[in-house]
């Protein structure tokens, strides 16, 4: 069962605009007497204003200082991830450069050579007191990846330092 009654948005805009009931003349409030929707209305509907009212006073509204600092804070923290995601992919790329040249020139080694540093790092790993020296068991290695591990040797610890120096 419906039950609608026509005065109902004249009681709730008077409640709404915080005139009820003393600033909506007589004839608003002595129609709410006589009618039980309207009366109803204004218990449920002044109750959820008032709760509205009462919430709104107590929401604590930070300054436009501390607003405008969290703002900043924030944009900072978005412009360093964005900085971050080139660095981050680039150092993907390079990682997978490295295994592919690892890959590349482990390949390129000839089968003879593994056999020897086999043989050589199982007695190493054994803890052999005669160990047999790398000359002697194994064939040199080619110059390239002597250069190369060189090279990794003395860079490696100048680009620590230069990436992890502040100043």
């Known amino acids: 069962m419906k039950v609608e009654c026509s005065r109902e948005q004249d009681v709730l805009d008077a409640l709404a605009a915080a005139r009820w009931p003393l600033r909506c003349g007589e004839e608003l409030p002595a129609h709410v007497r006589g009618c039980a929707v309207c009366t109803d209305l204004v218990q449920v509907a002044g109750a959820l204003l008032a709760d509205h009212e009462m919430a709104y006073r107590d929401a604590g509204i930070p300054s436009s200082g501390l607003v405008w600092w969290r703002a900043q804070l924030r944009a900072r923290e978005e412009d360093a991830r964005a ?63 002597l250069l190369g591990v060189g090279a990794a040797i003395l860079l490696v610890p100048i680009a620590i330092y230069i990436a992890v120096n502040e100043d």
């Open 83 to 145: 900085a971050a995601r080139p660095i981050a992919f680039i150092q993907g790329v390079a990682a997978s450069v490295a295994v592919w040249l690892i890959v590349t020139v482990v390949r390129a080694l000839p089968s003879e050579t593994f056999g020897a540093w086999k043989h050589w790092i199982a007695a190493f790993l054994s803890g052999s007191s005669a160990l047999p020296t790398i000359a002697g068991t194994a064939p040199p290695l080619p110059f390239p990846v």
